[in-house]
């Protein structure tokens, strides 16, 4: 639901239901050694070899519907290999043909919230929980220290925190992806993946797309050039 031009009060998220949902969740496995791997030409720029565990990543969605597609992968590999289930937080829009992904909507707690406030909270509750493997928090405005406050929880709870969003935030983050070129729902999904930031890696760029009858991501002709430098939206 959105906020409409009267003073009408946006709903506010129950946040008890929220609570009782995550903890009938089965818990995850502990996060395993190392990184969430991704395949051999991406895992090489990552520390670890993979996607840090027990840490917040950005994802800028130059391509809203290409990068939804990228985060709901990442939850799908997280789930696989520490099981447990999966949080997505957002005010409206939810991902679609999970399937394609290997992630069963069952394994999905999906909660709208519409307040920023109440998002974060889901988040924060999310990312300590011992049943969430991977959450994923849509919403643009981060203040610097919720964003610090969320790394903090992530690196106790041991999970994978995904948060995606249009703007550049916070710059503290173990790794920032910008996520394009998506495939518009005809055939194989795939991306322009650009790692901007890494903590520990290294930057690079990759034509990336996604093999579901492979269950594989493959990379196409990987650059490892640097991308070239951000640029904040005008306001």
Same mark, same amino acid.
């Given at each position: 639901?959105?906020?409409?031009?009267?003073?009408? %009060?946006?709903?506010?998220?129950?946040?008890?239901?929220?609570?009782?949902?995550? #903890? #009938?969740?089965? =818990? *995850?496995?502990?996060?395993?050694? =190392?990184?969430?791997?991704?395949?051999?030409?991406?895992?090489?720029?990552?520390? @670890? @070899?993979?996607?840090?565990?027990?840490?917040?990543? /950005? $994802?800028?969605?130059?391509?809203? /519907?290409?990068?939804?597609?990228?985060?709901?992968?990442?939850?799908?590999?997280?789930?696989?290999?520490?099981?447990?289930?999966?949080?997505?937080?957002?005010?409206?829009?939810?991902?679609? =043909?999970?399937? *394609?992904?290997?992630?069963?909507?069952?394994?999905?707690?999906? $909660? *709208?919230?519409?307040?920023?406030?109440?998002?974060?909270?889901?988040?924060?509750?999310?990312?300590?929980?011992?049943?969430?493997?991977?959450? !994923?928090?849509?919403?643009?405005? $981060?203040? %610097?220290?919720?964003?610090?406050?969320?790394?903090? $929880?992530?690196?106790?709870?041991?999970?994978?925190?995904?948060?995606?969003?249009?703007? !550049?935030? /916070?710059?503290?983050?173990?790794?920032?992806?910008?996520?394009? @070129?998506?495939?518009?729902?005809?055939?194989?999904?795939?991306?322009?993946?650009?790692?901007?930031?890494?903590?520990?890696?290294?930057?690079?760029?990759?034509?990336?797309?996604?093999?579901?009858?492979?269950?594989?991501?493959?990379?196409?002709?990987?650059?490892?050039?640097?991308?070239?430098?951000?640029? *904040?939206?005008?306001?």
């Amino acid at each position: 639901m959105t906020h409409s031009q009267d003073d009408t %009060p946006l709903p506010r998220l129950d946040r008890l239901a929220l609570r009782a949902a995550l #903890a #009938a969740r089965p =818990g *995850r496995a502990e996060s395993p050694a =190392g990184g969430l791997a991704l395949c051999p030409a991406i895992d090489a720029a990552l520390p @670890g @070899g993979g996607l840090p565990w027990a840490a917040l990543h /950005e $994802v800028l969605a130059q391509e809203p /519907e290409a990068a939804a597609e990228f985060c709901t992968l990442l939850l799908a590999r997280a789930a696989a290999v520490a099981g447990g289930s999966l949080l997505w937080i957002a005010a409206e829009g939810f991902p679609s =043909g999970l399937g *394609r992904f290997g992630l069963s909507p069952a394994d999905l707690l999906l $909660v *709208r919230a519409a307040r920023p406030e109440d998002a974060l909270w889901a988040m924060e509750e999310g990312l300590a929980s011992s049943g969430i493997a991977a959450a !994923v928090l849509c919403l643009d405005s $981060v203040e %610097p220290m919720a964003a610090r406050r969320l790394q903090q $929880v992530a690196a106790t709870g041991g999970g994978l925190g995904l948060l995606m969003r249009q703007d !550049v935030g /916070e710059s503290g983050m173990a790794t920032r992806w910008r996520v394009g @070129g998506g495939s518009a729902g005809l055939g194989d999904p795939r991306w322009r993946l650009e790692l901007l930031r890494c903590r520990a890696g290294r930057p690079g760029r990759w034509d990336a797309v996604w093999r579901p009858a492979a269950e594989r991501l493959e990379t196409e002709e990987p650059e490892a050039t640097a991308p070239a430098p951000l640029r *904040r939206r005008a306001r």
